[in-house]
């Protein structure tokens, strides 16, 4: 059974209802790494390429397809899936980031509390977060 290793996609060769196809990665070293990269993925103890790793035909825009004379869908040389969850959902990121910033907001208000008894000279704070590459410094003047 082939299934698409694409994160987020479901498709699987047996419920084949609208047509997906399922196409193997690229033998050209190159051309396979671009695949990994657009569909997000690492080869790793999580994810190999077997025979059955497939990226089904939706990742791909359809002029990366031709069509034999028996009506077989195939995959273009050279194609690179395109086609994700995620690129469809442009504002994802936007909202993330406004998220970020409202928990940093949030922080912020709760070091002031604390430290109001301290010295209230010019006050430095770094303040990283994890997982992120967000470093915000915040300066207090007197
Ligand atoms: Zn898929």
Not at 46 to 66: A, D, G, L, W, Y
Not at 74 to 87: A, D, H, R, Y
Not at 89 to 96: D, F, G, S, V, Y
């Amino acid at each position: 059974m082939a299934y698409c290793c694409v994160p987020g996609c479901r498709s699987f060769s047996r419920q084949n209802k609208d047509n997906t196809s399922f196409h193997k990665f690229p033998q050209d070293r190159e051309l396979q790494k671009k695949w990994i990269v657009k569909i997000r993925r690492d080869i790793g103890p999580n994810f190999q390429i077997t025979k059955n790793t497939r990226v089904c035909s939706k990742h791909f825009s359809p002029e990366c397809f031709s069509r034999t004379l028996t009506g077989i869908r195939k995959l273009k040389g050279g194609s690179v899936p395109s086609v994700f969850t995620w690129t469809q959902q442009p504002n994802e990121r936007k909202t993330l980031r406004s998220q970020e910033k409202w928990h940093l907001e949030e922080e912020h208000e709760e070091d002031e509390s604390s430290t109001k008894d301290g010295p209230s000279n010019e006050e430095c704070h770094v303040t990283e977060m994890p997982n992120t590459d967000i470093i915000m410094i915040i300066v207090w003047s007197p």
